[in-house]
């Protein structure tokens, strides 16, 4: 029998997203063939400590509401955390938000020159800073919403009309999201983004249906979309936090009612963003077909999408032919050819 393949599956982080990516890894964790891999669990605690879990355990934040009893070291990230992760083969940093899906972690795992699924530095930091990813994707003539953003010292205003969201610039999980109707209520929802972000953006409110679509690959072979999926919100007024990860807050419809014609153009619009922000590995990307004109307009690209067995994207995917596991499976492979073919740049 081969040798096993040593892995590392980061969960847990400072964000707000926390208990997701903990779910979210507990899904990854049951995924694993323990006859292909050997698994090591890496809980990083809301107050940044990381705590190593022997075997292959379920994960816990180390909190008194984590399930499960596990035989933790809390250690803050160091050199010896770095030389630890430099002892696996492969790492899936399983983490959403700031602190894990922003280019932080990535940048870690790059100094302990380890293998990790999903993208690298640059695409982890563009894809969270939404701003910056629109601006891209406009000079890559690729269709966004338009935004303006306000940073410390600017004035508040929007130029739009109303309604507008107001959004911290680089947060995900539609946390510190407001739909704002009218001016009385453009401050607050201001105030409420900078609890979490000190850039905020006032988008344009873009009419129409909300359309997901995952992508999968590397550059070489080109990276391959899934079937989208639109996003019912069974009745609240946006697709906001609870209508995400309360039980029945909405309903994915695969393959989506809408022309076969856009079907394509979301899938290659996917493809388009995924390579314009350099992205590899995964990314689940979102979009509205809007109402007046068919355009298919990009919202957002998320480098680490939720990632349980049910969530969106594991869902995009499995109607498209590949299951959850294989999913997993495809991942790892994938960050050990990207690593593999890094390996003989010279620096």
């Excluded at 292959?56 to 596990?70: F, K, N, V």
């Excluded at 401050?187 to 983004?193: E, F, N, S, T």
């Amino acid at each position: 029998m081969s040798r096993r393949l040593r892995v590392a599956l980061l969960a847990g982080g400072r964000s707000s997203e926390h208990d997701i990516s903990l779910a979210s890894a507990r899904s990854v964790l049951e995924a694993l063939d323990p006859e292909r891999y050997d698994v090591v669990n890496v809980a990083i605690g809301r107050d940044g400590q990381w705590q190593l879990e022997a075997g292959a355990r379920p994960l816990t934040d180390g909190s008194e509401d984590s399930t499960g009893p596990a035989e933790t070291l809390p250690v803050p990230a160091s050199p010896g955390t770095l030389a630890a992760l430099g002892a696996v083969d492969v790492v899936l940093p399983i983490l959403h938000g700031p602190f894990g899906e922003d280019g932080t972690v990535q940048g870690l795992l790059e100094l302990a020159d380890v293998a990790y699924v999903g993208a690298g530095v640059a695409a982890s930091a563009l894809a969270m800073d939404k701003d910056l990813f629109k601006k891209v994707m406009r000079d890559s003539g690729i269709p966004v919403a338009a935004h303006h953003a306000i940073r410390l010292g600017d004035p508040v205003e929007n130029p739009f009309g109303y309604p507008v969201f107001v959004k911290p610039a680089r947060l995900g999980s539609s946390v510190g999201i407001s739909k704002v109707h009218d001016e009385s209520e453009l401050g607050p929802a201001v105030a409420l983004a900078r609890r979490h972000d000190e850039k905020v953006l006032v988008e344009e409110f873009v009419r129409g249906v909300e359309v997901e679509c995952g992508v999968l690959g590397n550059r070489v072979p080109p990276p391959i979309a899934s079937l989208p999926g639109t996003i019912d919100t069974l009745g609240h007024e946006w697709y906001d936090y609870e209508s995400k990860y309360d039980d029945d807050g909405m309903r994915l419809v695969i393959p989506p009612d809408l022309p076969q014609r856009t079907i394509d153009l979301v899938q290659q619009r996917s493809i388009d963003a995924f390579v314009a922000s350099e992205c590899e590995g995964l990314a689940r990307v979102d979009f509205f077909v809007r109402e007046s004109d068919g355009e298919v307009v990009v919202n957002e690209l998320n480098t680490m999408p939720g990632f349980t067995a049910t969530s969106v994207y594991a869902k995009l995917f499995a109607a498209s032919g590949i299951a959850y596991a294989e999913l997993v499976d495809r991942l790892i492979e994938l960050a050990l050819e990207r690593r593999e073919r890094r390996a003989s740049l010279e620096y």
